[in-house]
């Protein structure tokens, strides 16, 4: 368009329109009523020349404000940001400790499980072994002799998956890893004791495989 002058004049430029949507009042903290000002909204699409810029929190799909109750509870004054920093601390350290105790447990149930397996294992090698000692006994394993040296390589695999043989002469008579056998009034002894192993224990950590046969020497 020309003005008198014949210079050309440009369109005014329509300043936008900036609508605040937010239902808390930034000001009060308090929570908006509805007011004619909402119904404007129909109108809009008929504001071809406006440019709408919204201003506030997200919305869900269905056009209202999406706001946490911790979030309604700060702007209401009802809590304070470092309360809600306290109360959130004190949430990750539970899930922390919680989630430790529960790897303890996990690791626990993994070694029985583990000792478990490895003793269904070892229970078949436990025959030979008591052969090796009857042999040992009786003087078949010389030493140098190739006997000799199968026995110290298989004992010596046994005692790497953590099998431990136990039960020795002396000592104190434990009827939870000692079967009696037989029993022998002593003299000598105040106390019921080991007099004779007659089939060593064997222990895989803390899981009994077999509990030793004794003779046990009780007071006379």
Do not use: C, W
């Not at 090796?132 to 006994?137: C, G, H, Q, S, Y």
């Amino acid at each position: 368009m020309s003005d008198q002058n014949g210079g050309s004049q440009e369109p005014e430029r329509e300043e936008p329109i900036i609508r605040d949507k937010r239902r808390i009042d930034p000001e009060t903290g308090k929570v908006r009523q509805p007011d004619a000002d909402a119904a404007a909204g129909d109108d809009e699409h008929d504001l071809a020349h406006e440019e709408l810029v919204d201003v506030g929190p997200a919305e869900s799909d269905d056009g209202e404000t999406v706001l946490s109750d911790d979030d309604l509870d700060i702007l209401s004054g009802q809590t304070t940001a470092e309360t809600l920093a306290a109360d959130r601390l004190a949430d990750l350290q539970r899930v922390t400790a919680e989630y430790a105790n529960y790897r303890k447990r996990t690791e626990a149930n993994r070694e029985i499980e583990r000792e478990r397996a490895v003793g269904d294992a070892v229970k078949g090698l436990i025959p030979v072994l008591d052969d090796l000692e009857r042999a040992e006994k009786h003087g078949d394993l010389g030493e140098g002799s190739a006997f000799s040296t199968i026995a110290a390589k298989l004992r010596s695999a046994v005692e790497r998956l953590g099998l431990v043989p136990y039960g020795e002469k002396g000592d104190p008579f434990d009827p939870q890893i000692h079967e009696a056998i037989f029993q022998q009034p002593t003299p000598d002894v105040t106390t019921d004791t080991v007099a004779e192993v007659v089939e060593t224990g064997y222990r895989l950590g803390s899981t009994t495989v077999r509990v030793a046969k004794v003779v046990v020497s009780v007071p006379a």
